[in-house]
Structure formats: structure tokens, C-alpha cells
């Protein structure tokens, strides 16, 4: 992510494990990916998607477990984790926090450059939510929410609303209106 807030395309991968496989080799298998992954690109943030409770509780547990192995690794190197609501990062590359996957694929594929939308859609949402990091500052220096706090009570750093996409001047409106209580 630069100053700018433009944002380039490095690499996506998906850690897969197999669902027979005892849950203790399938948390270490994540482990190892995200070491390998921190270890080849160095990153200066871990982004995760923040878990909360659905109907289905067992693949909140499942998003937990899996989760929870790459905080690990992070910690281990000294990288700071973040966390972004589904909402978030959709309003952040849509402009709508209810934005369907479809459209976020496409908006990655435009926000990055790329010639197609990553496969399987687990890469495409790993995308999206290392671009609404970004924009939130994780790495430009300035957060495009200014006075507002996050769900961690991070405070952002500064903000340039004339600098802003239109898809991130929607997310900040959509975020002082959620402020407000809904009020226009």
C-alpha cells in the first residue's frame, strides 16, 4: 500500500488442510503457511478477518482455530495483528458494508490491477481485507476514518478527505452515519 492509498498486487495463496485430519495437524499446517509467508514477504501487519458469532457456530470455531495459528506466527516475528469486521472490509472496497462476494471480487480485481478475481474466493477476501487495512493506515500513514475509532479503539493517525476514492469517501459517510445512530 502506498502513501497514495494505491495499492499493489504481491501474492495470494489459501492454506488448505484436509477436513479428516486430526485438528491439531490442521492448525499446524496453517501455522507453517503463515510462517513461510512471513517469513518470504516480511510484512509490517498481519490483517485477519474479525470473528464473530453466526448460526454457524462450529465454522466460527473452525475461522477461530484457524485464526488463532496465524496470530501465533505473527507474534512470533513481532508483526502486529489487526481485525475488520465482514463489514468493514466491504464498505472499505465497495463503498457498501453489504456488499455481496461477487462484488468484491470485482472491486479487488479493480483496486489491484489484476486481469481476473483470485480463486477460490477465500484469496479474493484475504485481498480485500490487506486493501481495507491499508486504507484504514495499516501501512499509508493516515486512516481514511478520521475521529472515529475502531472496534479496537485504535484512534486513526490523520486523515485527507479530498484524497479519498469514492468507494472510501461511502465507507467513512456510512461509518459517521452508523456514529450518529443511523441519522443522515
Known sequence: MAANRTASFVDVGVAGTEAADPLDRRILRIWEAAERWIERY???????????????????????????????????????????????????????????????????????????APKPADAADALAIAICHGWRGGGTGMDTTARTETHQGARPVAHRRRAMTPAQQAWAEAEARARRGGRR
Open 42 to 116: 516480511a510484512p509490517d501487519a498481519v490483517a485477519l478477518e474479525r470473528v464473530f458469532a453466526q448460526a454457524n457456530v462450529n465454522t466460527v470455531v473452525g475461522t477461530a482455530h484457524a485464526s488463532g495459528a496465524v496470530i501465533a506466527a505473527a507474534a512470533r516475528h513481532g508483526i502486529p495483528v489487526a481485525w475488520h469486521t465482514p463489514s468493514e472490509v466491504k464498505a472499505a472496497v465497495t463503498g457498501d458494508g453489504t456488499a455481496d462476494k461477487a462484488s468484491v471480487g470485482r472491486m479487488v480485481v479493480r483496486i489491484l490491477r489484476l486481469e481476473e
